[in-house]
T-cell receptor, first 116, second 112 residues
Framework: DTAVSQTPKYLVTQMGNDKSIKCEQN?????MYWYKQDSKKFLKIMFS???????INETVPNRFSPKSPDKAHLNLHINSLELGDSAVYFC???????????????FGPGTRLTVL | QKEVEQNSGPLSVPEGAIASLNCTYS??????FFWYRQYSGKSPELIMF??SNGDKEDGRFTAQLNKASQYVSLLIRDSQPSDSATYLC????????????WGLGTSLAVNP
């Protein structure tokens, strides 16, 4: 069974288009994340949700909008795609105890987004 | 600006040798430290975490933490070609914006 799954695995699209990436975890975790890994391999957090509530919202263009319909799902919608959005986007989840350090983050396989 | 720094490498070691990967961090308030491994084209996966000063061993892996020097390292004994990957150091910052700050990673190549 796949613990954290993402769809699609590859996404090639034109500038200006709108696209979505879906993420689901079956680990029963309360916290989910979206990361962007650029061509230099730098892993940068974009958003974090805990029990469907947004808890981390880094300096990300408002063209990026996360949505968490339930605690097992965290989707990422991107409007008006730009060349600089090309990267690998990872979804992750963890079971964080309130007030405690984070538990292990389990990553999805990644979505490689290419904007032409 | 909280930062986590790693030597990007590549670090090249012969099979059977000890690989030493280093990481420094800027915020003394950091509480927890993680080492993740990422194979090319794959997602990161946790190797070890360490919270207290000193050494923590798990099989061929040893994490070392020195909070006074703001330094955390990962030693891999008896390195194998299958250990060839990028090793990411991540540091946890508590407070209002609890999150992991990630280093750029060190690329390790173990040569048969």
């Amino acid at each position: 069974d796949t613990a954290v799954s993402q769809t699609p695995k590859y996404l090639v699209t034109q500038m200006g288009n709108d696209k979505s990436i879906k993420c689901e975890q079956n680990l029963g975790h309360d916290t989910m994340y979206w990361y962007k890994q650029d061509s230099k391999k730098f892993l940068k957090i974009m958003f974090s949700y805990n029990n469907k509530e947004l808890i981390i919202n880094e300096t990300v263009p408002n063209r990026f909008s996360p949505k968490s319909p339930d605690k097992a799902h965290l989707n990422l919608h991107i409007n008006s795609l730009e060349l600089g959005d090309s990267a690998v986007y990872f979804c992750a989840s963890s079971q964080d105890l309130a007030g405690g350090p984070p538990d292990t983050q389990y990553f999805g396989p990644g979505t490689r987004l290419t904007v032409l | 600006q909280k930062e986590v720094e790693q030597n990007s490498g590549p670090l090249s070691v012969p099979e059977g040798a000890i690989a030493s990967l280093n990481c420094t961090y800027s915020d003394r308030g950091s509480q927890s430290f993680f080492w993740y491994r990422q194979y090319s084209g794959k997602s990161p996966e946790l190797i070890m975490f360490i919270y207290s000063n000193g050494d923590k061993e798990d099989g061929r892996f040893t994490a070392q933490l020195n909070k006074a020097s703001q330094y955390v390292s990962l030693l891999i004994r008896d390195s194998q070609p299958s250990d060839s990957a990028t090793y990411l150091c991540a540091v946890y910052y508590a407070g209002n914006n609890r999150k992991l700050i990630w280093g750029l990673g060190t690329s390790l190549a173990v040569n048969p």
